[in-house]
Each structure stands twice: as C-alpha cells, then as structure tokens.
C-alpha cells in the first residue's frame, strides 16, 4: 500500500475535529499544562511558511505533553481588531467585520490543514462582542481603581474615597497626577460631589489627558510606536508627525518597579528581559530646578548626574514642550517656530536612534543655575523628548558625548567636571561617562569629593534651598489608550459637563455602531462621529476613539479558561486551575508592546482579586524567524520599461539600476525566471517591457535571503507545501531547520529528504515494499531491536523536556534507518516508534497505530518511557593508536582486565603487523577510551 498523504491527512483531521479528540476540560487527577501562541492578526494574505514554525513547536508540546499524562490546554483564537481590515474598509466600503471574517476562515482552513491540535471549542475574536464586553470591563475596572504606593498594589477607588474622608489627601502615596492640590479632611468633606469627583479623576488607573502622541494625518489615527518605521506609518508609509490630543491614558508607570521584579520570577531568555528592564528604564537621580531668567516660570530637569551641575553650559527643551512658544523671544520665534514645525514630523524611535545628527535651535532665553548661579541659554532641540523625564535636559557637554557633539556643532563651551573627563588640546572630549569614583574638579563646594559624594551633597543642598529633590525615575511612560478608528473596541465612556463617566457594567457591551464612512468626519473627530444620533441615555456624547489593538491581547490568555462565559470574564475556579501559562511562544517584535502590557493587565487583575496570579507567562521562547529567499531583478533607471538579467548588471553602474523584487513563483531554476509568469503577476509592469535576456535565452535573477512577507513577494503558501509533499513533512521540516530560537532560511531543496524519511517509515509497516502489505509481527524483539528504540525514546524526551525541538528529527531519522537495516517489523518496537513520531508526525503516526488495531487515538495513549537495562553496554570498542595515530579497533567486554586488553591488543594481526617482530616499548590502556602502543 503506497503512503498517500492526500487521503490520510484530511481523514484524520475531520476524525480528530469530530470526535472532540483535543476538547478540554478541568480534570483535577491530573496535572495541568497550558501551552499558548501569541495569537495571529488574521490578514487577508493568510499564512506563509514562517507562521507555523511557532505553532507547531507549541502543538509538539502539547500531545507531548498530553501523552505525559498531563491535561493540556491549547487554544487558538484571532487578533481580530486592527487597522489593515480598516484601512480595506476606507478603500472599499466593505464593513471591517465581513473582510475580518473571511480572512478568519481562511487562517483556519490553512491551521487545520497543518493538523494542530487547538480545542476550537475556545476559540475568541477580540472582535466579537461577546468578548470585547469583558475587555470593555476591564477597562471599567481599572477606571474604578487607584494604584496605593504604600500596600504597592490596586485598590478600589471606594478605599481612595474613605481615606479622603478621614485624612484628606496629604498622607496618601499614590500614583496620580502632577498637578494635584492639597486638602484636607474637612475640605474634602466641603467639596460637591461633582467637585470629589473631578478630585478622584486624578487617581484613576485610567484617564483622560492631553497627551503628546503619533498622528499621521492620512490614516486619520494615532499609531504606536511599533506601527511606525523610519518616520512613516508601517501600513501605507504615511508621514507621521508628534501632535498634543486629547487621549486616555493608562497609569502603567505606577507597577513600574512590580513589572521589573517580576522579570526575576519567569522563565524568560535574558535578552527579552533586558529588553524589558531598559524599556522601563529605572534610574535614580535628582530633580534640578533651573529659574528662567526674566520670566516668572521654573524649568524642571532629571538626571542621573548631580553630581556634574557645575558643567551646564546649556539646557535644551523638547520640541513639543509647553512652555517653548513662552519661552521664545521675538527675534527667535520664527526660526523656533520653523524647527518645531520639522520636529513634529520625527517619530520618537528615530530620534532617538540617529545619535550622530545635530540640529537644534536657540531660544533666546536663559536659565539659571540652581547650584553655580551662572546663566547658561535655552535651546530646543529634536534629542530630547517631551514623554521622558520632564522634556527638559541639562546638557553637560564634559560628560555626555551627545550633548558634546551639540556644543561644538553650535559653538558651545565645554567645561570638564570630574578627573575622568579629558579634553585633548582641540578641546575634544578624550574620556567621558564618569564613574562614580571619580573626583569632582571645577566644581566649587564639590571639588576633592568623588562623584557618588557629590551625588549626594547636590541633592542634600538642593533640597535645603528648594531647588531640586532626589528621585527615581522610569523611562516608561503612561499608556495612551485611545485610538482615532471605527475598527476597535468602543470605551464604555460617555462624558457630562466635560467629564468622563462609565456606562453600567449591565449594559455591556457596548458595540460599534453602522456608519456610512470608515474615516474622520469633516471636522476632524474619529470614524464614530459619524454614527447618527450615538448618545447616552439619548444625550450624553459617548467617547469617540476606540480602543488600541493591544487591549484585546492583554487578557486573552484568561479568556481561553472559560471562553464560553456570559457572566464572568472568567471563572476562579477555572482561573485558579489553569493558572499561569506555562509554554508562550511568540516573537521578539512584541518584547515591549503586548507583553509588558499584558503583565500591567495581569498584575492589575490580581490586585483587584480577578485573577490568582501576577505574572501570565511562565515560560516563553521567542521563535526565530524562517527567512525568505527572494528574487531580485534591475531595471534600468532611464527607461522603466527596460529590465536586464542579473548576470550583465556588471555591465552597468550601481546607480544606474534600480532593485526589484519580483515573486518567487516565477522562477523556473535556482536563478532563472519564467517571463510569461512575471508578466501574468504584474501586468502594469512587465506585460510590455523589454527584458534583455542572457546569450543563452535565459533571463537570470539574483537571489538574497531576507525577511518574508508580502513586501519582498517571497512569501510561500503552506498550502502549496503541504498539497506537494504532506503536512506532517512540512512540521518536521521547519523543527528540522535548528534551534527554534534561532532564525534560518527556507530551502525547498531541503524538505525532499524529510518526506523521503515518512516513505521509508512507512515501508517499516509494509513488507519493506513501497507496494507492499500491512505487515508486523508480534514476535518477540532482540536486545539489539530493543537497544534501538529505547536509545530513541530517551533522546527524544530528553530534547523535549529541555524544549530542543530540532534533535528529535534527528534521532526519528536514525531510528527509522537503524529499524530498516536491522529488518525490524516486531509490533512492540514498532508502536514504539510511532508514540514518540506522533508529537510531530501525527497524521501518519495516526494512520499506522489504527493499521495496528488499535481504536482509540494515539494522541490519547502514553508516551513511552526508556528502558535503561536495554542501553547498558556490555562491551567497548577500543581505537588502537600506534605512535598516536589511529590504526585499528577492538571490540573487548566492559569488564575484562587492563593486562587482557593488553595481550589483546598485541595479539591483533594490525597491530603486529606494525610492530615487525619487536616488543613494544610501552602499552597505554585508558579504559573506556583508547589503547595506545608506542614502538
């Protein structure tokens, strides 16, 4: 019988979905494992290749698992709210939620193809209203909690109210606004009960404020910083400008420190920590307060370095700071003006990371020096950014290699401060970045002390004249929540007298309502403005924005416990069972977005008593990712319809072509394309152009391993993979590759050998005969037989228990190849072999264990355990060595003498057969390792 993937895969992936072979349910006899994949955004371009390599690692892990006899939770679910489906919904008209749900059925036709084994009864759409009701409750939630510093947890804002009631707020420690003003008990009971609440807005763990954000215009919405690259929007490359609105925001920075201690709790690799810990940016410093000359207003900076007040030459501003309008004379507005105009259009991420740029521009202000008492002048400058510490900087040019650069670019003094800081005889900067060891010089009342002793008597002074205070500060910033689109989770708020309120949480949801439009109206407000007659209680105006794509995914993992819930978000009992995930697997990309906000959300939860734990993720492994090999053809710059082969562009200069990246589908070799393909693929372009072919007629390519995606049309369909080899071969395959962590390239040439590997496991069940009968025998098996596949199964789960994922294929391959040489078709070896296949091949495992007679699935039996006694090696082949190098072997029992080795080894025909008729002048047996006869 010939192994037929095409008839095997389909039947047992309809017999596993029918028979709700992969349903869960608490079952307290055995121990729980919960595996989860960071969800996918379901695009209209379905998967390529490089998806399922996380997704089948997890799959492994759970029927591993499974098989362990641990009960396992796998679910899948879809990211289905975002700005792809919406911007598709402006082009079109189409409704975002017909486009949502056919890019849905497509993602699970192709996941099912693959035969993982998710428990679909779970199955969420952050889009559904059924679910975004309890993110909108959440959110809910967190606007009716305050973050007390003293308990270091959330409370209910009832808890803020009473302590008002019995101290006003002068004793309370709490995350809050800047701005708040002090009252005491009895004012507090003085005020209205619309005044307590505005007070109480100021507390809240979720608020409205102006907030400095990224607005691109043409997409009509504020986008993360992850939705931006290289100064444009991701999606559509749109210019993207810093503008002030009107936002929620939520009080992260207040589980700052919570959110890096829970970092030395979890299983996670120390670069994604690293991340993590620099994105929150813990320092310890000061505040200085620098007096604006002739002006009534104090500028307030933080910095890691008291210690080097005497080296401020100059202070810089953010662009986007309030007071830079204020603080500009007349002779300097327009060019500040014109400079704030240019910044506006820079993403944070890019100026932060173009170090070596200069610009900026001065004022025509002065500040004063809190400590020294010098003038040193304002200057606005696009390195400094309004969302970190206070948009303020002290620039000490002596310390600093930025600020240096700044001030010789602009012609600003430089003054070195401590001993470690040297200028050469150009007055360039030889060392900087003092340590706190070293010694103060140039500095008054400080020279002598060493830095970290300066540290402190700044501060101590600074604190004595009320000019400054130590601090510790977080380079996370609060959360913006609001979203300027139609396609996300509507916020259950509507506004009275320019307050924001909550709807009650009985009226949740709260859905989207039918517009005509999927952009901003006319007059600039969100989509929902267009929605007739969307009021309140049929007067109060509802919030506008939507929520951000990051709120559905911040709770999701909760949500697959109970996921059929209406009257919970979910269930304790359930949540305590299930608890933390304990296998995450997902991508860098998210390092700083979905999971730090899913950790606040997490610790949020259990504060409040929703949630038992703090901490989502147990363990997490970031795949890597499988690379693209793309095709790239020139076209000649002037005239664009002339494309020629890669192979005459040596014939040309660089600059006089232009790369284009073409599809792979139309390459007919490893470098030759098929030019009717190309002209199929993208008629607009190649229908009519010229190619200039190769003497040969052939028209060459070049090829260059890169990312893929739809952008580099390298992308291939698992679809296609699977339809040519099986979709047991692509699992193996993409575990085959390496490490999971590690990223690596797709080579097609490559998988032949693994759907080889399935053929000839196959023929082990069938008479050794591609044509051949089912065949095995209930014979009972040799040592040798039972050597082979106890020395698998330990391999195996030894690489599973430590998550290495690609050796299992190995040992597999090996196995099956030690099994055929030895004509092995004994029934126990061979189910054997297919328990510790099925966790990666489990649609032939599936088809061979019913061959076997068995009718219950394989994914439900145990998963074998090794025999030691079968791997315990009665003898040892020694390498001979004469003079040290290797000339035979001997095969002796492990137990035999040092002296029978010896005589052994001089009796052998080679060995004497080096020595001539001498005796050798010395015989070395290391055991267990090597002889060597040195003559």
């Known amino acids: ?392 900087v002290m620039a000490v040019p002596g310390g600093d290699e930025r600020d240096f650069r700044f001030a010789r670019h602009f012609n600003l003094p430089v003054t070195a401060v401590v001993k470690s800081t040297r200028l050469d005889e150009k007055g360039e900067v030889v060392e900087a970045n003092p340590t706190k060891d070293d010694v103060m010089i140039n500095s008054g009342f400080l020279n002598g002390m060493t830095c970290l002793e300066a540290i402190q008597a700044v501060i101590k002074k600074a604190e004595a004249d009320d000019t400054g205070k130590g601090k510790v500060n977080f380079r996370l910033r609060d959360a913006v929540f609001s979203r300027q689109r139609y396609w996300g989770e509507p916020v259950p708020a509507y506004f009275k007298n320019d307050l924001p309120y909550m709807i009650k949480e009985e009226e949740l949801p709260l859905t989207l309502p039918e517009i005509s439009e999927y952009k901003p109206t006319a007059d600039g407000d969100p989509p929902l403005g267009r929605a007739k007659g969307w009021l309140y209680q049929g007067q109060y105006p509802y919030e506008l924005t939507t929520m951000p794509g990051w709120a559905g995914s911040s709770w999701y993992f909760a949500r697959y416990m109970d996921a059929q819930n209406a009257e919970e978000f979910v269930n304790k009992e359930k949540a305590a069972y299930w608890n933390q995930v304990d296998l995450y697997i997902g991508g860098t990309e998210h390092a700083v977005g979905h999971l730090l906000y899913a950790r606040f959300w997490a610790h949020f939860l259990n504060d409040r008593g929703f949630l038992p734990y703090g901490e989502p993720f147990k363990k997490l492994i970031n795949q890597g990712m499988i690379q693209g090999n793309s095709a790239i053809i020139y076209r000649l710059k002037e005239d664009a319809s002339k494309y020629i082969s890669a192979k005459q562009k040596g014939t040309y200069k660089a600059e006089d072509l232009v790369e284009i990246h073409v599809t792979v589908k139309a390459l007919t070799g490893e470098d030759t394309l098929d030019l009717n393909v190309l002209r199929e693929w993208k008629p607009e372009d190649f229908k009519n152009a010229t190619f200039v072919a190769d003497a040969d007629g052939s028209f060459y390519c070049d090829r260059r391993v890169e990312k893929m995606g739809k952008r580099y049309h390298n992308a291939i369909n698992p679809d296609d993979v699977i339809a040519d080899y099986s979709a047991d071969t692509l699992r193996c395959y993409e575990m085959f590759l390496g490490p999971l962590e590690q990223s690596k390239p797709w080579d097609t040439k490559g998988i032949d050998g693994v759907h080889k590997f399935f053929r000839k496991m196959w023929r082990l069940f069938h008479s050794f005969d591609d044509q051949g009968e089912f065949d095995t025998t209930q014979g009972t098996s040799t040592d040798a037989e039972q050597k082979i596949i106890h020395k698998a199964i330990k391999r195996v789960t030894e690489d599973l228990e430590r998550f290495s994922f690609n050796t299992p294929v190995s040992t597999l391959m090996i196995c099956v190849n030690e099994l055929t040489d030895a004509k092995c078709n004994k029934h126990e070896i061979l189910e054997n072999l297919l328990l510790i296949a099925a966790p990666y091949a489990p649609h032939i495992a599936e088809e061979l264990w019913a061959k076997m007679g068995h009718v219950t699935s394989i994914h439900l039996a145990d998963f074998p355990t090794h025999n030691e006694k079968y791997l315990q090696e009665s003898s040892f082949e020694y390498p001979i060595s004469i003079n040290g190098k290797k000339r035979t072997t001997i095969n002796v029992p492990l137990d035999m003498p040092k002296g029978d080795i010896e005589k052994q080894v001089l009796a052998n025909e080679i060995v004497q057969k080096w020595l001539e008729g001498k005796a050798p002048k010395k015989v070395i047996v290391v055991p267990k390792r090597i002889v060597n006869v040195v003559i």
């Open 1 to 392: 019988m010939v192994y037929d993937p095409k008839q095997i895969e389909p039947k047992w992936q309809e017999y596993w979905q029918q028979n709700n072979v992969y349903k869960t349910e608490i079952d307290h006899n055995k121990p729980k494992y919960y595996t989860l994949d960071m969800f996918p955004y379901p695009s209209g371009k379905g998967l390529h290749i490089g998806h399922p390599l996380g997704y089948t690692a997890s799959d492994i892990m759970a029927r591993y698992k499974r098989m362990k006899g641990f009960n396992v939770l796998h679910p899948m679910g879809f990211d289905s709210f975002g700005l792809p489906a919406e911007q598709h919904a402006i082009d079109t008209g189409q409704h975002p939620a017909v486009t949502t749900e056919q890019n849905i059925a497509t993602f699970k036709s192709q996941l099912s193809k693959l035969g993982f084994c998710f428990d679909w009864s779970r199955e969420i759409q952050t889009s559904s209203p059924e679910y975004y009701q309890w993110t909108q409750w959440i959110f809910m939630q967190l606007f009716n909690s305050w973050f007390n510093y003293d308990t270091n947890k959330a409370e209910a804002i009832d808890t803020l109210y009473a302590a008002f009631e019995q101290t006003g707020n002068q004793s309370i420690n709490a995350a809050c606004d800047e701005d708040v003003v002090e009252f005491t008990a009895e004012e507090w009971k003085a005020f209205t009960e619309e005044e307590k609440y505005k007070i109480s807005l100021q507390y809240r763990l979720t608020y409205v404020a102006d907030s400095v954000v990224n607005w691109c215009p043409a997409l009509g919405t504020v986008l993360a910083n992850d939705e931006i690259k290289d100064g444009v929007s991701e999606r559509g490359g749109h210019p993207v400008e810093r503008k002030k609105m009107k936002q929620w925001s939520m009080r992260i920075t207040a589980y700052a420190d919570r959110l890096l201690q829970g970092l030395d709790k979890i299983e996670w690799s120390d670069p994604l920590k690293e991340m993590q810990r620099n994105w929150i940016g813990k320092s310890h410093g000061a505040e200085m307060d620098f007096k604006v000359d002739g002006h009534e207003v104090t500028l307030t900076c933080f910095t890691t370095r008291p210690d080097t007040i005497y080296g401020v030459t100059f202070m810089v501003m953010a662009p986007e700071h309030d007071l830079v309008a204020q603080l500009t004379t007349p002779e300097q507005k327009a060019e500040v003006e014109a400079y704030v105009e240019m910044a506006k259009n820079r993403s944070e991420r890019e100026r932060q990371s173009e170090v070596k740029r200069v610009s900026g521009v001065f004022t025509g202000s002065y500040v004063m020096n809190p400590i020294s008492g010098e003038k040193a002048p304002l200057w606005v400058a696009d390195y400094v950014l309004a969302g970190y510490g206070t948009g303020v």
